[in-house]
């Protein structure tokens, strides 16, 4: 036996190492988590180190080192995901790993609905702490070289920005939401053909009129009425005459009440002045706005008026026009409690 000692020492730091290996399995498989059930967040970017310590600190891990140890033996220093995962109550080690490795991040749903701006969305989206900065969102969604890789054929994300309901990783950036939104919107739109829109309307220039039916529209089957209306006076050279389209112009300035100086003002979105599309999208129109406009209805009016329950009253001549404008919006009593303006001056 002596003659073979030297297979011992030669043995033994394999030895040695096999032992610390079932050491560190043996306490990152058994060592359990016994706290609460905590919402850990992994931040965009964030090295192991930071992780590592964070969960240390939190008593999630019962040893840095080791948890360092297995992540760089396993090949999994730079392998975990960034979102917010649950930590389970007993979890050990292993599981602790599998959850960050694969677990499915903790989102936040919110809705977006049909018709609002990029401006509303930048708020809804900062309420429900889906993004840092309402300002961030607006300041990439009016960025014209952002709007070019997102592949948009317009100065802004708006019009693509698609209203439905989303499920986000709290805190996400402004950018990854925007993509997001435009990739649904790509998605949602794929089928239509937009070859055949009225009056040899290109792509974008369908979104434009759209977000304009879209902001027009009280109810939904309407749509295509309305669609047909500003088709119509496109084909007359008419201007549109939409106070949506007005308002979006002075939008970040506009205090509630749309006054005769807005309408006088010259503003590339004002179309009581301009005899054409705004300059873009007034707002975020949903699937069935933008079929209104690739298949609008045929008919010869020219002018609709709010009956202030949400519908309108079509006309075909100017003076049918006013009309409708003296017996529902000029007369008082129509209006009371039930026109947006009433509402917005008991508001104030």
């Known amino acids: 036996m002596k003659k073979y000692w030297w297979l011992f020492v030669l043995a033994a730091p394999a030895m040695a190492m096999s ?21 850990f967040e992994v931040k965009p970017g964030e090295g ?13 891990i019962s040893s840095a080192k080791i948890f360092h140890r297995y992540a760089q033996v396993n090949g999994y220093m730079t392998k975990f ?7 389970k109550t007993d979890s050990n080690m292993l599981e602790i790993f599998d959850t960050l490795l694969n677990g499915q991040s903790i989102t936040n749903s919110v809705t ?27 300041r990439l969604a009016k960025d ?8 948009i054929d317009g100065e802004r994300a708006e019009g693509y920005l698609y209203p439905e309901t989303y499920k986000f990783t709290p805190q996400s950036k402004a950018k990854d939401v925007i993509k997001a939104m435009v990739d649904v919107f790509k998605r949602r739109t794929e089928d239509l053909d937009f070859s055949k829109a009225p009056l040899n309307l290109n792509k974008h220039e369908v979104v ?6 879209e902001k027009e529209t009280g109810a939904s ?27 979006y112009g002075i939008y970040e300035q506009f205090n509630g009440n749309l006054r005769k100086r807005h309408l006088l003002e010259k503003t590339p979105y004002n179309t009581y002045k301009i005899p054409a599309l705004p300059a873009g999208p007034i707002s975020n129109p949903g699937l069935e706005s933008i079929k209104a406009v690739l298949n609008p209805a045929q008919h010869q009016f020219l002018y609709f008026v709010s009956q202030n329950d949400g519908t309108h009253v079509f006309s075909k001549t100017y003076r049918e026009h006013r009309q409708a404008v003296d ?22």
């Open 208 to 213: 434009i009129l759209a977000s304009v039916v």
């Open 48 to 60: 192991f180190s930071k992780i590592n310590g964070r969960l240390h600190s939190k008593g999630l």
């Open 144 to 151: 014209p070289q952002f709007a070019r890789e997102l592949g």
């Open 19 to 39: 032992m610390a290996a079932v050491m560190v399995y043996y306490k990152i498989s058994v060592w359990e988590y016994t706290g609460e059930p905590i919402v």
């Open 81 to 87: 995901k960034a979102g917010r995962f649950e930590i």
């Open 112 to 138: 977006i609905p049909e018709g609002k701006n990029l401006f509303e969305i930048a708020q809804i989206l900062e309420k429900d702490k889906i993004i840092e900065s309402a300002q961030e969102f607006i």
């Open 221 to 247: 089957f309407e749509r295509p009425q309305i669609a047909g209306v500003f088709v119509n006076r496109l084909k007359k050279r008419m201007r549109l005459q939409s106070d949506p389209t007005t308002i």
């Open 327 to 348: 017996k529902f919006q000029k007369n008082y009593k129509a209006r009371q409690g039930k026109s947006w303006r009433d509402l917005k001056e008991s508001a104030n």
